[in-house]
């Protein structure tokens, strides 16, 4: 059984950085089938996905265009771990964090893109 | 893709039928996922690939559609299913998009 188990502070400064980590068991974060995601929720702009991971010989990342000059997606093959840093992080960025694995299955239209496991989330706010 | 949920909101009965549905901006064939969602915890995968229920979720979930239009039924309705529910499509990945939310409540 998969699980992600989330970790990191709950409260960021304006103008920091906002760090969480997402361990895994039950898969792994250098799986050639596997994409590792962030994805926040708030109320004012609902689910929004944040970027991914993966692992295809070499790593792979990507990252929403809103995002990019902010993000980075890490992943510790020693812990078997996924992070997220948010840079420069401003009030608007207070959201629940989630991680989420999307996993190729030839079965399913845009498998990767499929969030089947999910982290129980972090709620990060963004304050003075 | 942006992705238009209706109605944000809902009450029926327990052992009622309701029906949610997700329309998408543009033609996404049937890259369509449906996630329910209760208070203080994480999405769950209900529906993949517009109709085909994940493992273990009731029988009484279904969905159809294709294209920009979809549908999320659930029939009998139980206790537990009084939840948030998302679509999501996943025709753009990486970038995926997520619908509003439908929150289901108890009448």
């Known amino acids: ?128 | 893709i942006q992705m238009t949920q209706s109605p944000s909101s809902l009450s029926a009965s327990v052992g009622d039928r309701v029906t949610i549905t997700c329309r998408a901006g543009q033609s996404i064939s049937g890259y369509l996922n449906w996630y329910q969602q209760k208070p203080g915890k994480a999405p769950e995968l209900l529906i993949h690939t517009a109709s085909r229920l994940f493992n273990g979720v009731p029988s009484r979930f279904s969905a159809s559609g294709s294209g920009t239009d979809f549908t999320l039924t659930i029939s009998n309705l139980q206790p537990e299913d009084f939840a948030t529910y998302f679509c999501q499509q996943s025709f753009s990945t990486p970038t995926i998009t997520f619908g509003q939310g439908t929150r289901l409540e108890i009448k």
Do not use: H
């Open chain 1, 1 to 128: 059984q998969v699980q992600l188990q989330q970790s990191g502070p709950g409260l960021v400064r304006p103008s920091q950085t906002l760090s969480l980590s997402c361990v895994i068991s039950g898969d792994s974060v250098s799986s050639n089938t596997a994409a590792w995601n962030w994805i926040r929720q708030s109320p004012s702009r609902g689910l929004q996905w944040l970027g991914r991971t993966y692992y295809r010989s070499k790593w792979g990342y990507d990252y929403a265009e809103s995002l990019s000059d902010r993000i980075r997606i890490t992943a510790d093959t020693s812990k078997n771990q996924l992070s997220l840093q948010l840079n420069f992080v401003t009030p608007e960025d207070t959201a629940v964090y989630f991680c989420a694995r999307g996993q190729e299955n030839s079965a399913w239209y845009g498998s990767l893109g499929t969030m089947d496991v999910w982290g129980q989330g972090t709620l990060v706010t963004v304050s003075s």
